[in-house]
């Protein structure tokens, strides 16, 4: 066990030819509060879609509260590595090359050869395939199942359109069997009253203003109880006077002690809420700090430049 | 013959008049929700996600389906299956069963299209939000997408029972048995009338007309009936 929700390591993502993440790896810590900012087409979006397997990574693995939700990332586990046929080639072949080397430096070039030019198969041998699927079945979680422990808020809202607003925020607890009808409604209902939006829990989203329809997209996610929630940019779709009401609602979820992730170009946003910020460009996480460190004493050229022109 | 006497002879054979369009609409609508079952079936194996071979296998069944079904005419597929039942099953092709499967599959065909149409019409946010919650993508299907597809739908759906109902008349072109007795379906029966009764043949062309126009416009009333009423559910 260790204290983090989320956690990525080497993540890839590729939409055919085009790489939009090239190695990315995070954790999103108990209570933190995360903020992901970078310019228009970084990756931001995608990278917090694979924290709840919305995309499928090409590579790598993402973890939550110690679960696998991907399939095993041979390239991440050394000790699975080394049972594949193509490591003891390898190996025999570089001990040929370099009489006397040292068995550990060995080891480190022959992993790092084998994962600089993507030599794994399908065919390594049984040992290797074993290994594989023991470490599979030893962690792996159904990610429909890890899904209710994550709330995820859409630029879009993504209400239910043929559900009225409490069948939107009973649905899933009570298709789940987490709830009987009654007591989903009733938490349904008081997320409503927190929002002063308890009148409208029988119309439709049609009928919605964008920041009633954001609120109550995050009151959605919150009937399920989760134990993180990932924002992707949730006032961005919205009127300029409805920025507020759904700003503050996501404040007062961060000062309950809510574990967040929010993909946001409102800096000063991120700058009061988050606990530490991620500056992503070209797909990487290029510098990471906190609110005070990475807006006020960028370190890298490119976190400056994006700053200058968004501040 | 007068056309007073056309008239009175025809009311005499009302009771023949009857049943014949009772067969008529029970191969039609009997039709209609086999094609809407089998159409709900092939549009969500075409579209769930390829992920395992079983799909991929099934996908590939209904993609062939589609294309068979679409590609000959239905009175080229009403007489296959009428010919190929009749080899297997001696006795079957005697009641309303062969008509109806057959306009069933060839109806299942058309409605696939549509509906798959429907479900592609259809947010991508709307499945995401269901996954995100921790739904399956078949109850995100069940429950979200397909009650929304149906809606965009409904025109077209209602265009294709018309349609199928028009259609069925091709039936007269084979034998029909109800009980052991002869039956005819209403083209059957006009078609009988042109060898039987020449002098009436022209008048029953009328009567087959009106009754078809008047079950298109009762069905078209449905159809905006359940439109308005779909309507009132969003406010
Ligand atoms: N489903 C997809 N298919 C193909 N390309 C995609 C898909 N989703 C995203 N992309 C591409 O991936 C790149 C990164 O997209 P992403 O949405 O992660 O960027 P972003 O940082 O969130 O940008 P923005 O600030 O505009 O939301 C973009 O070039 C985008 O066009
Ligand atoms: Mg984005």
Same mark, same amino acid.
């Given at each position: 066990?260790?204290?983090?929700?989320?956690?990525?390591?080497?993540?890839?993502?590729?939409?055919?030819?085009?790489?939009?993440?090239?190695?990315?790896?995070?954790?999103?810590?108990?209570?933190?509060?995360?903020?992901?900012?970078?310019?228009?087409?970084?990756?931001?979006?995608?990278?917090?879609?694979?924290?709840?397997?919305?995309?499928?990574?090409?590579?790598?693995?993402?973890?939550?509260?110690?679960?696998?939700?991907t399939p095993i990332d041979p390239y991440l586990h050394f000790d699975v590595i080394r049972l594949s046929k193509t490591y003891g080639k390898l190996l025999a072949a570089y001990t040929a090359e370099h009489p006397g080397v040292a068995e550990a430096d060995a080891d480190a070039a022959v992993i790092a050869d084998i994962k600089k030019r993507d030599l794994l198969r399908k065919s390594e041998g049984s040992a290797f395939a074993k290994a594989v699927r023991d470490l599979y079945r030893a962690n792996f979680q159904n990610v429909d199942y890890t899904r209710r422990n994550i709330g995820m808020v859409f630029q879009h809202f993504n209400l239910f359109n043929n559900l009225t607003v409490l069948e939107n925020m009973t649905l899933a607890p009570v298709q789940l069997k987490l709830k009987t009808p009654e007591e989903a409604k009733k938490r349904a209902?008081?997320?409503?009253?927190?929002?002063?939006?308890?009148?409208?829990?029988?119309?439709?989203?049609?009928?919605?203003?964008?920041?009633?329809?954001?609120?109550?997209?995050?009151?959605?996610?919150?009937?399920?109880?989760?134990?993180?929630?990932?924002?992707?940019?949730?006032?961005?779709?919205?009127?300029?006077?409805?920025?507020?009401?759904?700003?503050?609602?996501?404040?007062?979820?961060?000062?309950?002690?809510?574990?967040?992730?929010?993909?946001?170009?409102?800096?000063?946003?991120?700058?009061?809420?988050?606990?530490?910020?991620?500056?992503?460009?070209?797909?990487?996480?290029?510098?990471?700090?906190?609110?005070?460190?990475?807006?006020?004493?960028?370190?890298?050229?490119?976190?400056?430049?994006?700053?200058?022109?968004?501040? | 013959?007068?056309?007073?006497?056309?008239?009175?002879?025809?009311?005499?054979? =009302?009771?023949?008049?009857?049943?014949? /369009?009772?067969?008529?609409?029970?191969?039609?609508?009997?039709?209609?929700? $086999?094609?809407?079952?089998?159409?709900?079936?092939?549009?969500?194996?075409?579209?769930?996600?390829?992920?395992?071979?079983?799909?991929?296998? /099934?996908?590939?069944?209904?993609?062939?389906?589609?294309?068979?079904?679409?590609?000959?005419?239905?009175?080229?597929?009403?007489?296959?299956?009428?010919?190929?039942?009749?080899?297997?099953?001696?006795?079957?092709?005697? @009641?309303?069963?062969?008509?109806?499967?057959?306009?069933?599959?060839?109806?299942?065909?058309?409605?696939?299209? $549509?509906?798959?149409?429907?479900? @592609?019409?259809?947010?991508?946010?709307?499945?995401?939000?269901? =996954?995100?919650?921790?739904?399956?993508?078949?109850?995100?299907?069940?429950?979200?997408? $397909?009650?929304?597809?149906?809606?965009?739908? *409904?025109?077209?759906?209602?265009?294709?029972?018309?349609?199928?109902?028009?259609?069925?008349?091709?039936?007269?072109?084979?034998?029909?048995?109800?009980?052991?007795?002869?039956?005819?379906?209403?083209?059957?029966?006009?078609?009988?009338?042109?060898?039987?009764?020449?002098?009436?043949?022209?008048?029953?062309?009328?009567?087959?007309?009106? $009754?078809?126009?008047?079950?298109?416009? /009762?069905?078209?009333?449905?159809?905006?009936? *359940?439109?308005?009423?779909?309507?009132?559910?969003?406010?």
């Amino acid at each position: 066990m260790n204290d983090n929700f989320i956690e990525i390591k080497g993540l890839f993502k590729n939409f055919g030819k085009l790489e939009v993440l090239k190695g990315v790896s995070c954790s999103i810590r108990k209570g933190e509060k995360v903020a992901i900012i970078g310019a228009s087409g970084s990756g931001k979006s995608t990278l917090l879609r694979c924290m709840n397997l919305l995309e499928t990574p090409t590579y790598g693995e993402v973890w939550f509260e110690d679960k696998l939700l991907t399939p095993i990332d041979p390239y991440l586990h050394f000790d699975v590595i080394r049972l594949s046929k193509t490591y003891g080639k390898l190996l025999a072949a570089y001990t040929a090359e370099h009489p006397g080397v040292a068995e550990a430096d060995a080891d480190a070039a022959v992993i790092a050869d084998i994962k600089k030019r993507d030599l794994l198969r399908k065919s390594e041998g049984s040992a290797f395939a074993k290994a594989v699927r023991d470490l599979y079945r030893a962690n792996f979680q159904n990610v429909d199942y890890t899904r209710r422990n994550i709330g995820m808020v859409f630029q879009h809202f993504n209400l239910f359109n043929n559900l009225t607003v409490l069948e939107n925020m009973t649905l899933a607890p009570v298709q789940l069997k987490l709830k009987t009808p009654e007591e989903a409604k009733k938490r349904a209902m008081e997320l409503l009253e927190r929002i002063k939006l308890s009148d409208k829990a029988n119309v439709y989203p049609s009928t919605l203003s964008g920041g009633q329809k954001q609120r109550i997209a995050i009151v959605r996610a919150l009937a399920m109880n989760p134990k993180v929630m990932l924002f992707d940019e949730p006032t961005s779709a919205l009127d300029p006077e409805m920025v507020g009401e759904v700003l503050d609602l996501i404040r007062q979820l961060a000062d309950e002690g809510m574990t967040m992730v929010i993909v946001t170009h409102e800096m000063g946003f991120a700058r009061e809420v988050a606990d530490r910020v991620l500056f992503m460009d070209g797909g990487v996480i290029s510098e990471e700090g906190t609110p005070e460190e990475l807006f006020n004493h960028p370190q890298n050229p490119r976190t400056k430049d994006f700053l200058s022109k968004v501040l | 013959m007068s056309f007073a006497d056309k008239l009175a002879y025809a009311w005499e054979l =009302r009771g023949l008049l009857f049943e014949s /369009l009772g067969i008529s609409l029970l191969i039609a609508f009997s039709a209609v929700i $086999i094609g809407f079952v089998i159409g709900v079936i092939l549009a969500v194996i075409r579209i769930a996600p390829k992920t395992n071979p079983v799909i991929k296998v /099934l996908d590939g069944f209904a993609q062939t389906y589609i294309t068979v079904i679409r590609g000959t005419p239905t009175m080229v597929q009403l007489l296959i299956m009428y010919s190929s039942i009749l080899v297997m099953f001696k006795y079957v092709n005697t @009641n309303l069963l062969v008509p109806i499967i057959a306009f069933g599959i060839n109806s299942g065909a058309y409605m696939a299209e $549509i509906i798959r149409a429907g479900i @592609n019409s259809v947010d991508k946010g709307q499945m995401e939000a269901g =996954r995100s919650v921790g739904l399956s993508w078949t109850t995100t299907m069940l429950k979200i997408i $397909i009650p929304q597809a149906i809606k965009v739908v *409904i025109p077209t759906i209602f265009n294709e029972i018309i349609i199928l109902v028009k259609e069925t008349s091709v039936v007269s072109f084979i034998a029909l048995r109800v009980g052991g007795q002869q039956a005819w379906d209403l083209m059957g029966l006009v078609s009988k009338m042109a060898n039987a009764k020449p002098a009436v043949y022209n008048t029953f062309l009328y009567i087959a007309a009106l $009754i078809y126009l008047t079950i298109v416009m /009762l069905l078209t009333l449905l159809q905006h009936l *359940i439109e308005r009423k779909l309507k009132k559910n969003e406010r």
